[in-house]
């Protein structure tokens, strides 16, 4: 019997999987899915890349993390409970990648490379943070890091 | 097909008799055991094929061969044809009861190595070979190595389980007993070692002996043995005090801790063990040793799950005392004050002291772990290493800041922290072996390990430039400083003190980073991420070949070669790719000039281009000789043309030359084979994987694919579909 999922609504992909089921969802490690009703082992949701296609995928393959919903229901809004800056340090990474294969496409070597070695420093900062091993005097410090940088990036 | 059956049941083996040609066999695991030997006994002309047996000759495994294990015999196997067990242990009975000394002595030694067969153990057994060996022993008749022997076949005969140890009596105990206690100078080591090791097995496999025995065997006299400089004897000695150790009431394992945390026993263990195996003993050895240390700190169990009652006076004064140690060490302090303002003053002590409560300190001692064991620790560190302690208390309770490091509060969660790296209240584990040596240096190991580790506490949680909501990131921070000290089992706490000052906080993020990075370069090899990288190939691919059009599309000015290789001095020309990727456009320049498109008079469309060759294949460099490179730089174009065979090029550098060899073969439909090709596909494969998995990070990713379950039974979803 298929049934709503309550508190399992958000999670990423380990692993891929081809979809080779009936309705089945193609998952790549990596992706985030949001999940909306679950039956014996199997979920069904979407990947949160493309809203539109719909399907199942097992729920072995998917680690589920927090997330908090809103307007529950069919279309209910679910968002993940992160810390803000991690938020947008994985949105402004993600931004970049794309301006940043632009760049190598357009040949600019130079702002290439800088860029290149940001986003690395903002992966390994992210990740520092992420680890939870940090004191609050280093995240607060590491958070205005982040900040700056960002702001350096954007401009 | 019974043919074929039968030569899958033959194995092919050698077998050996004193004084006789070996024999070569097919063995048929079909036939039976007495077939075979009766085979065997008539190749020999031996008469009574009933007397014999097989048996294996591996280093490690002289058993009988029985129905039960010849499947272990395998092709090459080499047996040996010998007495059956039942001749074999009439005939060693006889000699034990009937022979001389020597013919004595030669008979316990077989029995010694054969009892550890249990095919012959029984037979013996069922011979009443072992109530004759009690017999002899409790006679006490036997001396040196028969003695010893007949000790070693008991042990061995025992060891099957076959017999209980309930039937020994009180003779037979003492006996064995008198020889641990007094070892005569002379006296055959192994006689002490098995007997060691038979009281061992009385204690744990026969409780209605233990009181008997424990009258007998004291302490003292096995730390004697521990003396010993046969590590087999110390080994049997320290096993046995840890059998009378895990058998005995709470009372009595206090009183024997409390003889084993004597000096004298202490620095026996450390300087006749450890320090004499330099710091090296052996597994069995380290097992020992761990299992005593283990059933020591077991006896801290007690207090660590006891909570501070509120009645007790004993644990009040304690907290008093670590209040007057720290503040009032001028002892001016009191006098005519009133109970109430006293009270108000003590609370603000307490509260410098770092306690949750400061009204009432008893309740910070109310959970267990660590229960009273905390203030056991508080007031030892007070009392022995007063200066340590003031520093501490004093350097946190005089910031201005909110950087101060609570000795209170994390005095509690330390000592809870340390019960349980110790694994306190954990019976030993089989495996383990895991001991620490600096804890025979000090009379209250535990204690001056807590001494150790607060001053490290207080380093650290300075290092991190803690606040109180960081207590759990210093706290993970100290556990590894300690687990990772400990594991290199310093032989002192000055040692231990030692490998704690080179792990500073630095030194662990160092560490932690290390690891992350192993684990992410692990990751990268992981299969999941593997496929992942060759389902996102096909796109870098794409962008790469993208760059390389614009980068034909721009042009390049090369240098003129003549068709033989030479350089032509000040000649130049141009050459570029029309913006819809299907001509070329090529024509004279000068050194400074790009020309457009249009101003380049000569065409080559794509399709005319047969192949594209480099190096020596090249037309204009067949004939150049010498030690010139230019080859190195230098494609050809091969053209389908007749007026026009070969457009031939001479890169500026290497990667002109990447660039250029990319895009044509591109334009070919082949592979970009360049090295910055495959630089380029890797600095932007690495990076887009990395931010792919940006929501995967501290997950953890399967080695292999995780299990699928069986389909859903129905597809009648709750939000129906679209």
Known sequence: MWTATKTKKYGVAVYNWKGD???????????????????????????????????????????????????????????????PVVREVTLVLREWGNIWKKLYVERETYKFNNLRKVMRDLLDWRRQLLTGTLTQDQTRELKLKITAKIDWGNR | MPAMNDTANIVKIAVEMAEQVPQLIGFNQKHSLAAIIQDLCNGWQLAEPDLYALQFTENNNKNYVTEKNRNEIKNGSILRLTFSPSKTAEDILFKVKNGTLDEKTQALEKLSLLSTDMTFALEFINKQGLALIISMIEEGKCQGVTLAFCLLSFVELMDHGIVSWDILESTFINRVASYVNNPGSNQDSKVVQASLSILESIVLNSSAKYALLEKEITIPSLVVHLQSVNPVTQQNAIALINALFVKADHIKRKAISSTLSSQKVRSVILSNIIQAASGQVGNEMAHQLYVLQTLQLALLEQRMNTKMDLQDQDAHEKIKELRRIAFDMDNSSTGGDSTTRRQVGFAKDYKKLGFKCDINPALDFAETPPGVLALDCMIYFARNHVDNYTKVVLENSCRADEHECPFGRTSVELVRLLCEVLRIGEAPSEQGHHYHPMFFTTDHPFEEFFCVCIVLLNKTWKEMRATKEDFVKVFSVVKEQITRALSGQPLSLDKFRGLLQVLTYSEITNLWQQERTSREEWESHARPIVELREQIKPEIVELIQQQRYGFLVEGTRFTKYSPRGQRIKDKYWYIRLSPNHKVFHYGDCDEKSEPALEDLSNKLPVVDIKALVIGKECPHMKDVRGRKTTHQLAFSLLLDSVEVASLDFVAPDEKVFDFWTDGINALLGNKMASKEAQNDLDTLLSLDIKLRLLDAEGVDIPQDPPPIPADPPNYDFCYELK
Do not use: H, M
């Not at chain 1, 009936?22 to 949160?48: H, K, N, S």
């Not at chain 1, 493309?50 to 809004?77: H, M, Q, W």
């Open chain 1, 21 to 83: 089921t009936r309705f089945g969802l193609p998952l790549e490690i990596g992706d985030t899915v949001q999940i909306q009703e679950e039956c014996l082992g199997w979920y069904r949701g979407f990947a949160t890349k493309n809203r539109t296609v719909k399907g199942v995928f097992p729920a072995s393959y998917v680690f589920i993390k927090p997330s908090k919903i809103d307007n529950e229901g069919l279309v209910e809004s679910v968002v993940p409970v992160e810390d």
